[in-house]
């Protein structure tokens, strides 16, 4: 399998290309996302095996190994580059509850069922994305949890407003390097895989619901409407 999708970046590329800051640039997660999930997880009682799909850098893989030593934690992505780094950090970490192990979304079938899967930041990439959802979920065990981000309609308002003139819209804080943000993202500003709750609810069968309802208020990140972040019980 290849790391290059119709209508986006080639991953295997950017992370053996990516220094420390690209690498920080890809991976939202470790700001936004890492804090209202650990407060998300101990409030609904999350302990069992957990799968983090498209886990680029490792953030949340190894936040939750060293937070919950005692639960297995699986990282996937597609990159090759990325998951030698990873698998590099696990063995001087000496972690021992870690694993990192390819996939190629839409498809994804570990042959295992996990107490909880996320993907964050991921499925904006994804062109089939109702197919990566249904895989997603079909990895959560009986009673377990999808955990995921998602890029909306607002989503696309915003990035292809930035898109008819990236050199101009984009300053030196943004972590989207301005020559490929349109090339990066444009399956999200073609509308080809945006999604909402209904859409969620319709491939699904069960109606997502927000982990805000659930985490701190104060924990909300500031684009939190344009990529709602929410679960799906099963």
């Not at 639960?71 to 590099?88: I, P």
């Not at 192990?101 to 295992?112: T, Y």
């Not at 996320?118 to 955990?147: H, I, K, M, Q, W």
Request: net charge negative; with cysteine; glycine share 6%.
């Amino acid at each position: 399998m290849n790391t290059t999708y119709d209508g986006t970046i080639d991953w295997d590329r950017y992370w053996g290309e990516a220094d420390d800051e690209d690498a920080e640039d890809a991976s939202p997660s470790a700001d936004l996302i890492v804090d209202p999930l650990f407060e998300f997880l101990d409030e609904m009682g999350v302990s069992g095996p957990y799968a983090d799909v498209g886990c680029g850098a490792g953030a949340v893989v190894f936040g939750l190994a060293e937070r919950y030593p005692e639960t297995s934690v699986v990282g996937y992505d597609s990159a090759q580059q990325v998951l030698a780094r990873n698998r590099e950090r696990t063995r001087n970490a000496s972690l021992t509850n870690v694993e990192f192990e390819r996939c190629v979304l839409p498809a994804f079938d570990p042959e295992r069922r996990f107490e909880a899967v996320s993907c964050f930041y991921t499925l904006v990439y994804v062109a089939e994305v109702e197919r990566a959802l249904r895989n997603l979920y079909d990895a959560v065990a009986p009673g377990g949890l999808l955990v995921l981000t998602y890029h909306n309609r607002l989503a696309r308002a915003q990035f292809g407003s930035v898109a008819e003139a990236p050199e101009e819209r984009l300053d030196q804080s943004s972590p989207f390097e301005p020559r490929r943000y349109t090339e990066r993202f444009e399956l999200l500003i073609e509308g080809e895989n945006l999604l909402s709750y209904d859409r969620i609810h319709d491939v699904l069968g069960t109606r997502p619901r927000s982990v805000w309802s659930v985490v701190s208020e104060d924990l909300r990140y500031p684009a939190w409407r344009h990529n709602p972040l929410v679960y799906v019980p099963k």
